[in-house]
């Protein structure tokens, strides 16, 4: 009776072993040891310098959206983005222009941001290079050296004052919303 329990046991088991065999086309021990991240990519990706494995990188198109998948062979150090194979070299340097085109719309939304504001080009350099003038406005200021840590405000018998502090003992005072006094 014992006996014939473990034999159904065992019969269950091997079948177990040859069902994941089959499906994964792999031994059952290697299945059992692969991570969820390389289940998920059945076919093997082999590297066209090396020969070796590439590796899939997890969550890679969180990183570079413009990819669904991204491979990296540990061994050489190739990098393959959907299909398309990167030298070490090349990957860098993708990246790197990718940066350089991001940083070049960031520059251009922010020169269109300073226009819409009716400011001359002269003004909308000016503030790029973070300079600001006596008679400036607020919008000025804040565009030309980004927010204040903090702002001191006084009413008095003659309008508002405002002393703007920036951090390093930067302060700059305003008078009924013009700017009165740098001091850097
Ligand atoms: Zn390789």
Known sequence: ????KILIIAAVI?????????TFGLS???ALGKDSAEL????????????????PIPMANRVWPEFKEVF???T???????????TRDEWDAWIEDRQGKRN???ATLRIEKLKSYGWTDKRVKRI????????????IVREAWGEPEDINCTITAYGTREQWVYDLGCYVYFENGRVTAIQD
């Open 104 to 106: 070049e719309k960031i």
């Open 40 to 55: 998920e990519y059945p076919f093997e990706v082999l590297c066209p310098s090396c020969g070796a494995k590439m590796s």
């Open 1 to 4: 009776m014992k006996s014939d």
């Open 14 to 22: 091997g079948i177990i072993i040859i069902a994941v065999e089959t």
């Open 28 to 30: 059952s021990c290697e």
């Open 76 to 86: 050489c150090g190739k990098y393959k983005a959907d299909g398309v194979f990167y």
């Open 128 to 139: 790029l290079d973070g300079y600001i003038y006596i008679g400036d406005t607020p919008e």
């Open 72 to 74: 990296i062979c540990i």
